[in-house]
Nanobody, 121 residues
Framework: QVHLVESGGGLVQPGGSLRLSCVASGNFFSINSLAWFRQVPGKERGLVAS??????TNYGDSVKGRFTISRDSANTVSLQMNNLKPENTAVYYCYAETLWDQSYPDASNCWGQGTQVTGSS
């Protein structure tokens, strides 16, 4: 019912910047919040940043001050990643929390496929 497509990942040198974007499409009433998670092999996915309908944001401690999440539209979220470090290398996933409505009973929270971010020379 919900399809998320991430883009913007790539390889950059340490200190460089990337801007990730995620667009939600499909059959759903609305999206309550959007978030970015990261995952490296052998570790659980961890929250990078999130934003709700009211614009409230939450950041992981390791990215605070360097990354900025923004709600570009109701169904679009971006993550500005500045001063990238090698430890930021991971697959970044978009996550959408949908607001249930009787017209879209099958809509559910959804993960994107992920986009690779590599911060190395």
């Amino acid at each position: 019912q919900v399809h998320l497509v991430e883009s913007g990942g790539g390889l950059v040198q340490p200190g460089g910047s990337l801007r990730l974007s995620c667009v939600a499409s499909g059959n759903f009433f609305s999206i309550n919040s959007l978030a970015w998670f990261r995952q490296v092999p052998g570790k659980e996915r961890g929250l990078v940043a999130s934003i709700n309908n009211g614009g409230s944001t939450n950041y992981g401690d390791s990215v605070k001050g360097r990354f900025t999440i923004s709600r570009d539209s109701a169904n679009t979220v971006s993550l500005q990643m500045n001063n990238l470090k090698p430890e930021n290398t991971a697959v970044y996933y978009c996550y959408a929390e949908t607001l249930w409505d009787q017209s879209y009973p099958d809509a559910s929270n959804c993960w994107g496929q992920g986009t690779q971010v590599t911060g190395s020379s």
